[in-house]
């Protein structure tokens, strides 16, 4: 699954990959999502506009087995 997040998001996630990746390493059976990537991806637009987004790459949590009812749960502010 591939989305979209916030330029704050995208830095944590570079801040704690190592201790990420180690963890996920030590405990293959835990059920922290697994992340397969992390990209920062600029352009201009058409009318000269720069553009970022950042975007990271997961594990689809649903992939294996059929789920009756299904909530995309997210943080606001």
Known sequence: M???IPK???????????SYYRHIKHFSDSLISRFYGLHQVTWYDAS???NVRYLVIMDNL????????RFDLKGST
């Open 8 to 18: 704050r998001e995208f830095d944590k996630f570079r801040h704690i990959l190592e």
């Open 62 to 69: 649903f992939k294996d087995f059929n789920v009756g009812l």
């Open 2 to 4: 591939m989305k979209t």
């Open 48 to 50: 000269g506009k720069f």
